[in-house]
């Protein structure tokens, strides 16, 4: 009885342990970031390995629109600006491209039914930008990483169909390619 109580109280302690420094690095990383920008406003926060490595990249996008990384060495780099506003509606989505690498998929929705997608690639301590579209109907990624775009393609008479395009991540190029009927930015 005593054995099954010390194993489950280690285990508990490892869990405990394990969430907590998970939470203490993305806490860390908005402490990091607000002492070098303090104006800005967390909006969300996405940690995550992006390159394998066994080190937590974190994701930040605050309600000026600014997107941030504070990348494994806690260096802080502005990604890129003007990603979201306040009325909009982001969200930061990871996607695995292999065992080793993932990317990072901002989400913009937005009135009336626009989707705007930015997707990121870990290279050399910054995310860079591989992939950006929008869509007027809705976009999504599917479980294999797969980026769909829906488009509204209006008939002459009145209504319209769906256009579909679709974007994979061809790792040779390090690009996506898009095929079916899209519209790229």
């Keep these: 009885m005593h054995k099954k109580i010390s194993v489950l109280l280690v285990f508990s302690l490892i869990l405990f342990l ?10 860390d990383a908005k402490t990091i970031l607000l002492k070098k920008y303090p104006n800005e406003v967390i909006r969300i926060t996405k940690a995550a390995d992006l390159n394998g490595d066994k080190k937590n990249e974190n994701i930040i996008l605050t309600d000026s629109g600014n997107l941030f990384l504070v990348n494994s060495k806690n260096v802080v780099v502005l990604i890129d600006t003007n990603v979201a506003y306040e009325e909009d ?10 065992a080793k690498e993932k990317h990072a998929a901002v989400f ?3 009135l009336p039914s626009n989707t705007q997608v930015y997707v990121y690639r870990l290279e050399q301590g910054t995310l860079v ?33 769906l256009a579909h395009g679709v ?7 390090s690009k996506y390619k898009g095929s ?3 519209v790229r930015q």
């Design 180 to 182: 079916g009927q899209f």
């Design 108 to 110: 913009v929705e937005y």
């Design 89 to 98: 509606e982001p969200s930061i989505q990871l996607i695995s491209i292999s």
């Design 18 to 27: 394990t969430n907590k420094s998970t939470y203490a690095a993305t806490n």
């Design 129 to 161: 930008n591989k992939l950006k579209f929008m869509a007027d109907y809705s976009a999504e990624v599917d479980k294999n990483g797969q980026f769909h775009q829906y488009w509204k393609k209006y008939n002459a008479d009145s209504g319209y169909d």
């Design 167 to 173: 974007f994979i991540w061809d790792a040779k190029t």
